[in-house]
């Protein structure tokens, strides 16, 4: 019994791991994360700066659906 | 699992989703519950996804768990990026879910909750997840390649050329559409108005947020915007009551036009990222959090369906648009079944992510479900309303009377009782000033998800913030994809022009960007305008024109996957794209034959055009120009259907040449790679 209850609860803490993994990525801010790494930086004004101008392009020519 | 147990369990899913079907489908003169579409809906998803994507991968596909993908053979940590199965199923969700779902259902009603419900679920499962899936898988085996390039490698260069045109074609139009969507959920409505423009400040002060207080912290700041956006929601019930703002907030249909032209423009061609990006999360977040609010709604109200389930306009004299149930009610819901869209983010963002070829099985066709799933809740949406209450709603006043007494009685007598008094207490009740010919879908959705929301947290006193909460949400959305539309056909336009003379093809040149700009506005600018001055509503005459560009969309892309199909040696399974292309053909091609030569002028744009000649003199100035209007619609939809005609042909020469030997069968394919994933997965 207390077995299944910990597999369950480690099953809802995956889920909610891959929840949140998904909405960070939906908002950027894993791409903001890899930015910093790729560049060896720290998370500052300066550095989401340059990270805004080198997302924007390539987000303007996304397509969004209908 | 046992072996016993695991297909009891699938028959007996079977038996429930056929049972669920058949009480949606047979039940006849009492209203049923809508728990019961939602169980026909989710049956139907499991046993798609379980049997039928299983078997396009397995044997049509051949899905290869050993072969490397693009994301991981061209990782650069930038589009490149091997990524979480449930990580991209949620970014390509966010990405292809939009107001099509939502909107084309609720316009469908109108023959009844039966055909649109029908369509969804077998256009989806058969159709739309198909799309979506092999053209995203087919964009992974080609190194992460667009429609249109694998249109060009695979068909020829006119496919190349169609599904660009189509692509620029589809953009203007729905643009158009979108924005005319907006309008009508926001004219003569302050409150609506004003929580919208409040999105402006509350974007900037996002955009501070993110760019000074907290770098980065997207979701942070995205969750403190809504909380000011839900404080903006209250504060316009404030602006409605009092006489003095609501004045500053009342705007008509044409000024509201204008000012949403302006803003496209803005969008387009001014540095705001400031405001548009923080925006854009902003509206992501409250889609995703609106859709799961709306499903839990469902879930726990089980509202009942007022709407029957086949109303007396089938025959094709309905009043939100004309035209009979085939080929209508397939071109009204794209979205939501089959969206040619789709494709352009299957072969856009996605196939970058992806990390082992098995799972485009479950981003392709499984995130599809889940957009579906998204039209059957708005279709339970719109039919839980009184069909009365629908019907005035989406009525223009040109068919139902402008004062509410007339209207109410022309509604009345088609059987579907109303009151104006009726009508004045849900005004009322959702705080606007008419719910009377308020065409377009938005507000048919926002005053059923009102209720639905009100009846299970709140009560009727919170009825007024729920429907407001609901337009802003879908007129934030749309305006979203206005302005990230009108941005991608700039870069179309410019990297077109750019063959010609080279400075245009220069992202950042400011003359280039100007008239690009200029050039995309004004396209779907004058759609909308022709919309908003039409007096039927706009909505009849541009929605259905809006489904055929993008089921034209879907032509192309079932055209390439067929040809692959075909070209991989594998033409006894070519069927699974080719019976979805040969309905698409058919509903497109009879689609816009009806409304090019259909004698009634209600359906056919020229039939209209004929008969706004022989109107009296004095109506003439005004008829003029809506003549040229019909003709224009006209002439758009002659040009889909020769584009239709060009991508069939040379798809249909191609696949004989290569069935008859007389062309080898060469895919444009990358080379095998073998994947480390699977190796680090054995360990």
């Known amino acids: 019994m207390r077995q299944a209850s910990r597999n369950l609860s480690r099953q809802f803490r995956i889920a909610g791991q891959v929840f949140a993994a998904a909405l960070r990525e939906i908002f950027d801010e894993a791409a903001y994360s890899r930015f910093l790494t790729r560049n060896q930086m720290t998370s500052s004004c300066q550095a989401y700066a340059v990270f805004r101008r080198e997302n924007e392009l390539a987000k303007a020519r996304r397509h969004k659906c209908c | 699992m046992s072996k016993v147990v695991r297909p009891l369990l699938w028959l007996a899913i079977a038996v429930l989703g056929a049972l669920a079907l058949a009480t949606v489908a047979l039940h006849r003169g009492e209203q049923i519950n809508a728990i019961w579409l939602v169980v026909a809906a989710l049956c139907s998803y499991a046993l798609g996804y379980r049997f039928y994507s299983k078997f396009l991968s397995a044997k049509v596909l ?89 249109a060009r490698d695979e068909i020829g260069r006119v496919g190349g050329l169609v599904a660009y045109i189509s692509v620029i074609g589809i953009m203007v139009i729905l643009l158009g559409v979108c924005a005319l969507v907006v309008v009508n959920a926001l004219k003569a409505s302050p409150w609506g108005t004003f929580t919208i423009a409040m999105t402006i400040p509350i974007a900037l002060l996002m955009g501070w947020y993110l760019r000074r207080l907290r770098p980065g912290k997207v979701l942070e700041s995205s969750a403190l915007g809504f909380v000011l956006v839900m404080l903006a929601i209250w504060g ?115 196939p970058k992510l992806i990390r082992r070829e098995t799972e485009t099985r479950m981003v392709g066709y499984g995130a599809m479900l889940a957009e579906s799933m998204v039209a059957v809740m708005a279709m339970i949406a719109a039919c839980t309303l009184q069909p009365g209450v629908y019907f005035s709603i989406n009525s ?57 929301f009100s009846n299970s947290l709140g009560g009727r006193a919170l009825m007024a ?72 509503g706009g909505i009849n005459s541009l929605w259905p024109l809006f489904g055929i560009s993008n089921q034209l969309l879907a032509t192309v892309a079932l055209c390439v996957a067929t040809t692959i199909i075909i070209k991989s040696g594998k033409v006894r399974y070519a069927a699974i794209t080719f019976v979805p292309l040969a309905w698409l053909v ?65 798809s249909a020469m191609e696949w004989f040449r290569v069935l008859s030997g007389r062309k080898p069968a060469v895919l444009k394919e990358s080379a095998f790679m073998a994947t480390r994933f699977a190796t680090e997965e054995q360990r």
């Open chain 2, 62 to 150: 051949a899905l290869d768990p050993s072969r490397a993908t693009p994301a991981e053979r061209m990782e650069n940590d930038r589009d490149f990026v091997p990524t979480n199965k449930w990580v991209v199923f949620g970014h390509h969700f966010a990405a292809i879910a939009g107001p099509g779902p939502l909107v084309g259902p609720v316009l469908a009603a109108q023959f009844g909750y039966l055909p649109g419900t029908l369509w969804i679920l077998a256009g989806a499962v058969f159709g739309g997840c198909v799309q979506d899936f092999v053209i995203l898988f087919f964009s992974v085996r080609r190194d992460g390649k667009s429609l249109t390039e694998m």
């Open chain 2, 236 to 350: 316009g019930q404030w602006v409605s009551q009092n006489p003095a703002p609501a004045q500053w907030f009342t705007f008509t249909a044409p000024a509201l036009a204008i000012v949403i032209i302006l803003y496209g423009f803005a969008a387009s061609a001014l540095p705001v990222w400031l405001l548009l990006a923080p925006r854009d999360y902003l509206s992501t977040f409250v889609k995703l959090g609106t859709i799961g609010l709306l499903a839990a709604g469902i879930l726990a109200l089980r509202p009942t369906l007022h709407m029957p389930p086949l109303t007396r306009f089938i025959d094709g004299s309905g009043p939100v648009f004309a035209g009979n149930i085939f080929p209508f009610a397939f071109i009204t819901i794209a979205c939501g079944a089959i969206s040619g869209f789709h494709s352009l983010i299957a072969s856009g963002t996605t």
């Open chain 2, 396 to 452: 223009p006043a040109a068919i139902v009377g402008q004062a509410p007494e007339t209207a109410a009685m022309t509604i009345s007598g088609w059987g579907f009782p109303v009151t104006s008094v009726e009508m004045r207490l849900l005004t009322q009740a959702v705080g606007e000033q008419t719910l009377f010919n308020r065409t377009g879908g938005a507000p048919a959705f926002a005053v059923g998800m009102a209720q639905i």
């Open chain 2, 586 to 650: 058919a509903i497109t091609f009879s689609a816009s034959w009806y409304k090019i030569f259909d004698p009634n002028p209600r359906i056919g744009f020229l039939a209209h055009a004929r008969q706004l000649k022989v109107a009296s003199s004095s109506a003439r100035l005004v008829n003029a120009r809506l003549i040229f209007n019909d003709r224009l619609d006209a002439a758009v939809t002659a040009a889909l259907i020769l584009m239709v005609t060009l991508i069939v042909a040379e």
């Open chain 2, 465 to 536: 913030l729920w429907y407001h909460f609901a337009i802003m949400f879908e007129a934030l959305f749309i305006l979203t994809v206005l302005d990230a539309g009108t941005r991608v056909g700039r870069f179309m336009l410019q990297d077109a022009f750019g063959h010609i003379w080279k400075p245009l093809g220069r992202t950042s040149w400011y003359p280039s960007i100007l008239l690009t700009s200029a050039i995309i506005v004004s396209a779907w600018g004058y759609f909308l305008w022709q919309g908003v001055k039409d007096p039927m």
